[in-house]
Structure formats: structure tokens, C-alpha cells
């Protein structure tokens, strides 16, 4: 067991591998060539650090076409790779564009189909703060009031995951928490549904639309600006 314990840390713990798993963390599957480029290295070199992390089931692959694209399927391997960050100091950055990156990221991104960085966590604290849901001290319990917002927003609230436990995960980048598991990940879509929020140029990174600032401040209270 310890001896499978120890190869997983050291395929995570690679450079150019932890970089194409935090780049797959948002749950989208890349193709090899894109991920190739997220990292900085050749194709060649890209398709053997990949074939290692699907040897060790650490993400999955399918083809299609003449391409391959490769996913997390397992969001346990997020919540290890952002436990890593938490513990990590802040990476320098060399360049212009990976700090204008990850001030993006810092700002909001998806993890795993959830809202995370800044806007993730003051989202989860609006949801606090307004009633909606209930914090423990390992999950997040959605209110009746809770349901009535989330009705508000046009989510059906009578399905059972519901009324199951709303996990936490810790914010990498804020080094708080905010919410995770299915009921985030339907929350999310419905944003992007509403148009408060959209997906950027750059891979994992959102932004708030005009409209999503002024609903957020309007149905939650809260403020998004930078």
C-alpha cells in the first residue's frame, strides 16, 4: 500500500505532470497537444507524462477522431492537489502572462465544474450570511430558506441530493472554504445559464458578467468587484 502511496506523490509531484493535472481541474477534458502547451513542453514529452498518469488511474483518456482528450474523473484527485497547494508557498511567477493568469484564477475559476478563488469563496459566505445554507464542521447543509432562493434562481429543489450533505473544499488560492459536490455543480450551470457568469479565453478562468454583478448584489448582497 505505501509503496503505491509513494509512486502516486511522485507522479503528482512532477512538474510538468501537477501542471497538466491543475490545468485538467476543472474537469474538461484537453486534448494532448493543448495540454502539451499549458506545460511548456513538446507533444512527445507531453504523451509520456500522460500515459503515466493514465497507467496509474489518476485520470482517464478517450479517443476521439485522430484525437485523444484526457480528464479527471475522480475529484479526489482535485481535493489532493489543492490540499498540496494549501501547504505550498506561492509559486513565482516568471512572466507577464502566468501573473496575469493567475491573478485570474485567483479571482474565479472552476474546480471540478464549482465556482472557486475570490468570487467562489465570497459566494459560499453570501450563501452563509443570507440563511441559505449551514456550516459544520466537514460540510454545508442547504436551508429551507436556501431552497426558496435556489427556487428564486429557477433550480428545482425537490430532487434528494438536495437534502444529502453539501461537501467543503478548501480554497487554494484563499485558503478558505467554499462549496463543492453536485449541488455546486448545479449552481454553477445554472450561472452560466443566467448569464451572470461566463468562461474566459484562458483555460479554468470566469469572469462576472454586467448582468451577474448586479444580480449577485441584488439577490445576495454581495459584491464582486476585484
Known sequence: MYSDFAENILLIGHKTRLTMLIELSSGKALPAGELARLAHVKPQTAS???SKLVKANLISVESWG????????????????NAL???????????????????????????????????????TESLLE?????????????????????????LETEKSMYAKPIPKHIDWTE???????????????????????????????????????????????MDVCE
Open 48 to 50: 509520456e507524462h500522460l
Open 66 to 81: 485522430r484525437h485523444r482528450y484526457y480528464k479527471i474523473t475522480n475529484d479526489k484527485i482535485i481535493n489532493a492537489i
Open 85 to 123: 497547494a494549501v501547504i505550498s508557498p506561492s509559486i513565482n511567477n516568471n512572466s507577464l502572462r502566468e501573473t496575469t493568469k493567475k491573478e485570474k484564477l485567483s479571482y474565479m475559476r472552476s474546480c471540478y465544474g464549482h465556482l472557486a478563488g475570490k468570487i467562489g469563496v465570497r459566494f
Open 130 to 154: 443570507n440563511g441559505y445554507i449551514k456550516e459544520f464542521e466537514e460540510y454545508y447543509i442547504l436551508t429551507r430558506e436556501g431552497k426558496d432562493w435556489f427556487n428564486l434562481i429557477g
Open 175 to 221: 485558503r478558505k472554504h467554499h462549496i463543492a459536490g453536485p449541488v455546486a455543480l448545479r449552481i454553477t450551470r445554472q450561472l452560466f445559464k443566467l448569464s451572470w457568469i461566463y468562461e474566459t479565453d484562458t483555460n479554468r478562468c470566469l469572469e462576472v458578467t454586467r448582468k451577474g454583478k448586479e444580480a449577485f448584489e441584488k439577490y445576495l448582497g
